[in-house]
């Protein structure tokens, strides 16, 4: 358990969200035990024991869509008479019509990376900014034209030229430029040059249309422009910039809670999706016999069957179908 969750700091301090997973409650021949905990990242991966092959398939693919909505949810897994409270909100019921007579209750919690909010600048506002988003618990990382810092290495500054990737920029990243007016042009383009979620300027209305202007004039094209919020913030007047930091923070919240957690990425370990079966997902097919979900991947009993190809996510499924092949291959048609 420890590895487990040593596991979990490690992921969240990379900034890799995951859903940890729980059994809370089991009953009857469940392989699953209460207490039992494993981690599934985005890409579908499993690290540690929920249960058997076929409860994992559908446990994976309910946490990737734990991890688009962003909310946790509980999933009740056993046979069709072992199963209530499939009215409840938050609360998935899924028969299992599988060999295992037990049954058991997983709860399902998302764990998303703190936002990662990157400063361009040393001015007052950039310290206002930077200081408030380390209080609510935000990574953060300082750029200027004299070096880097971050929440790692406070007084580690080393010499680059806005070379934002070295703060690890990615899509989730929000930045904003507060140099007021010292290469506002300079950081503004880096800062498009990378798929940042957010970007936003720090000045006034004035100033932010000369600087638009001028990336214009160097060759800056309209779709990026247009993705600069400026001025950064909400708009509260003539304001100190401490009032500035929290008008652009409280933007930032917003944004974050009306836009998925998640981006594409966690697909991205989805394989290419089977040319034969049943399909529900990139590489998820029915299992014919009980109607489970089968990662055709992961799974380890297959048949071929008048040209087709069905996956199994048991022995016992497999044996079913060989015994009957024809009767289970129509009704997964």
Not at 69 to 87: I, K, M, N, S, T
Not at 123 to 147: I, K, N, Y
Request: with cysteine; net charge negative; hydrophobic share 40%.
């Amino acid at each position: 358990m420890d590895e487990l969750l040593d596991r979990a700091v490690s992921m969240r301090a990379r900034g890799e969200p995951f859903v940890m997973a729980t059994v809370v409650w089991s009953s009857g021949l469940s392989s699953g035990k209460q207490g039992s905990r494993a981690i599934i990242s985005a890409d579908g991966r499993m690290e540690g024991w929920l249960g058997g092959a076929c409860a994992a398939p559908t446990l994976v693919r309910t946490a990737r869509e734990v991890l688009s909505e962003g909310r946790a949810r509980l999933v009740v897994l056993g046979p069709d008479h072992g199963l209530a409270g499939g009215d409840r909100e938050g609360v998935r019921t899924v028969p299992m019509a599988c060999d295992s007579e037990g049954t058991m209750e997983v709860y399902l919690e998302p764990v998303f990376p703190p936002p990662h909010l990157v400063v361009v600048g040393n001015s007052p506002a950039a310290g206002a900014l930077t200081a408030m988003a380390r209080a609510l618990g935000w990574r953060t990382s300082v750029v200027d034209d004299g070096g880097r810092r971050d929440d790692h290495h406070p007084d580690d500054r080393v010499f680059l030229t806005l070379d934002l990737d070295e703060v690890g920029v990615d899509r989730q990243t929000m930045v904003v430029v507060a140099t007021q007016g010292h290469y506002d042009e300079e950081a503004l383009s880096a800062a498009l040059a990378t798929g940042a979620r957010y970007v936003g300027l720090v000045a006034s209305r004035k100033r932010s249309g000369a600087v638009e202007e001028y990336l214009r004039e160097r060759g800056i094209g309209e779709a990026d422009l247009a993705r600069v919020r400026a001025p950064a913030g909400l708009d509260l007047g003539r304001v100190g910039h401490r009032e500035m930091a929290v008008s652009i923070l409280a933007e930032l919240v917003a944004l974050r809670s009306v836009t998925p957690r998640v981006s594409e990425s966690a697909d991205a370990g989805a394989a290419s999706a089977p040319a034969e079966g049943s399909r529900v997902g990139s590489s998820e097919v029915t299992d014919p016999v009980c109607g489970m979900m089968v990662i055709t991947s992961q799974a380890r009993f297959r048949v071929e069957h008048r040209g087709r190809r069905y996956w199994f996510c048991a022995a016992g499924c497999e044996t079913s179908f060989r015994r009957d092949p024809d009767r289970y291959a129509s009704a997964g048609e």
